[in-house]
C-alpha cells in the first residue's frame, strides 16, 4: 500500500462545529502532493453567524461567503475529491467533527471516513516545545505558509504526514499509525432507534 491519504482542514463561522465557511483539500499519492482544493463555504441557515474571534483568527467575513455554494451544494464536491482516503488533519478531531456535524444538520450522510491526527503523529516524530500547526510542519520542512488559510493549513498538514512516513519508514498511513503506536479514529457508529410496539 502506497502513502495515500488527503489532508482536510476546516474554518468555521462561530463555535459550532457545523458552521464550516471554508476547506481546504490535499490529495497525496504515493508520498507526493497532487492535487489540491480550497473554497469558502456558506454555512447551514442557524449556524451562519460570524463571531469575532473566528473572524480574528481567519480573516473571512460574513460578506465574503454571501454568494459561495452552501454546504449541500459544495457536498459531493468535497466527498469527489476525498474519495475513500483516510482524512488526515492537525487536531483531526475537529475536522471530522465539522464533516459530520454540518452533514447532519443539512441532512446529508457523511461517508465513514477513518482519520488519522498529525497533531498526535508530530508528538511522536518530533521534539519541539509547541506543537502548533507553525511548528510542526516547520519541523517538517514546510514553513513560512498563511496559517488559517485552509488550504495552507490542509498542505502543512500533509507534509507533517509525509515527513513522519519517510523517517519512520512507513510504507501507508495505516502503517505509519501503527509504528507511532497511534490508531486511525473510525467514525462513530451510529445507533438506529428501536421501534416502539
Not at 61 to 88: K, N, Y
Not at 99 to 110: D, F, I, K, N, Q
Not at 130 to 158: I, N
Amino acid at each position: 500500500m502506497p502513502l495515500d491519504f488527503t489532508a482536510i482542514d476546516f474554518e468555521t463561522a462561530n463555535s459550532s462545529p457545523a458552521s464550516a465557511c471554508s476547506v481546504g483539500l490535499v490529495r497525496v499519492r504515493d508520498g507526493e502532493v497532487v492535487a489540491t482544493a480550497g473554497w469558502l463555504i456558506r454555512p447551514p441557515a442557524g449556524h451562519d453567524e460570524f463571531q469575532d474571534w473566528n473572524i480574528k483568527i481567519h480573516g473571512i467575513h460574513p460578506h465574503q461567503v454571501r454568494t459561495a455554494a452552501t454546504w449541500e451544494e459544495q457536498f459531493d464536491r468535497l466527498c469527489s475529491f476525498t474519495g475513500a482516503d483516510v482524512l488526515v488533519a492537525h487536531n483531526a478531531g475537529f475536522d471530522t467533527k465539522v464533516l459530520r456535524t454540518a452533514s447532519e444538520v443539512t441532512g446529508l450522510e457523511c461517508p465513514p471516513y477513518r482519520s488519522l491526527c498529525s497533531l498526535q503523529v508530530a508528538r511522536k516524530i518530533y521534539d519541539l516545545d509547541s506543537y502548533r500547526l507553525p511548528v510542526a510542519a516547520a519541523a517538517a520542512g514546510f514553513a513560512e505558509f498563511s496559517h488559517h488559510d485552509a488550504l495552507a493549513d490542509a498542505r502543512a498538514c500533509a507534509q507533517i504526514v509525509i515527513d513522519a512516513a519517510a523517517r519512520a519508514g512507513a510504507a501507508d498511513v495505516d502503517e505509519l499509525a501503527l509504528m507511532l503506536s497511534l490508531r486511525l479514529a473510525e467514525p462513530p457508529v451510529r445507533v438506529l432507534e428501536r421501534a416502539v410496539a
